[in-house]
């Protein structure tokens, strides 16, 4: 079998990516297409955890008119519903796999603990960390950095729907110019919003290295796997 390029990741979803084409909710193709691949690398022995946004179903923007808090609680909801469903498709598949959550809801789902969420991962357990860090004011990316910062990944894997970090938005200026490899100090000079800027410092702090791709293809996650230069490097 071929050399790895890593052996124990942290992969961030976007709520979004959940919900294909559809924009919200769940899509079962999507979601089921996402999961072969983690199958395939949890396979090969690659130590797997998840971060899962929560957009698919609710996004701090749709609850201006609410108390901070409040909306970003609902939001950390919406993330354990997408652990949850990850969790199901994952198991379908043969892949044992463990949720942990940053708000006790022990009826459906184990509490984070450090040391269970690290032998859960040793035990080829692919583990789901959902309802972010369990704060208001803080992103699910933050959440990521901190997740693969405490469990001792040695990359967390930036899913989105495009294909690495441009100087500007793809979709709005023709003209941006994809980067292969960028600091994180580049990408907080230049407020690229790569990730928020917690977590972009949390993640250099801790010099821990980031692979920005895209998750429309998601055969791309066994490709960087096997060594294959995709996407972003932020380093």
Not at 27 to 40: E, F, S, T
Not at 205 to 230: A, M, T
Request: a neutral charge; proline letters at 3%; hydrophobic letters at 40%.
């Amino acid at each position: 079998m071929a050399e790895l390029a890593y052996k124990r990741v942290l992969l961030k979803l976007s709520g979004e990516a959940m919900a294909g084409d559809k924009k919200t909710g769940i899509d079962a193709d999507v979601l089921g297409k996402i999961c072969d691949q983690v199958k395939i690398i949890a396979d090969l022995g690659v130590q797997v955890s998840i971060v899962i946004g929560g957009g698919n179903f609710w996004r701090g923007r749709y609850g201006h008119q609410m108390e901070r808090t409040t909306s970003d609680y609902m939001g950390m909801l919406a993330t354990a519903i997408n652990s949850l469903a990850l969790q199901d498709a994952l198991e379908a598949r043969g892949i044992n796999t463990r949720v942990q959550t940053a708000i006790e809801m022990r009826e459906i789902a184990e509490p984070y603990i450090k040391r269970k969420a690290i032998k859960h991962l040793e035990r080829g357990r692919v583990v789901i960390f959902a309802c972010g860090t369990g704060h208001p004011f803080f992103s699910t990316d933050t959440a990521a950095a901190l997740r693969a910062v405490e469990t001792d990944s040695e990359v967390i894997m930036l899913a989105k729907t495009i294909d690495g970090v441009y100087s500007a938005d793809p979709k709005l200026d023709p003209k941006a110019k994809k980067y292969d490899e960028i600091t994180y100090l580049d990408i907080l000079n230049k407020d690229l919003k790569v990730m928020d800027s917690t977590a972009t410092s949390l993640c250099r702090d801790n010099q821990i290295p980031l692979i920005v791709f895209g998750i429309n293809e998601p055969e791309n996650i066994v490709r960087i796997i096997k060594g294959e230069k995709l996407g972003t490097v932020v380093k």
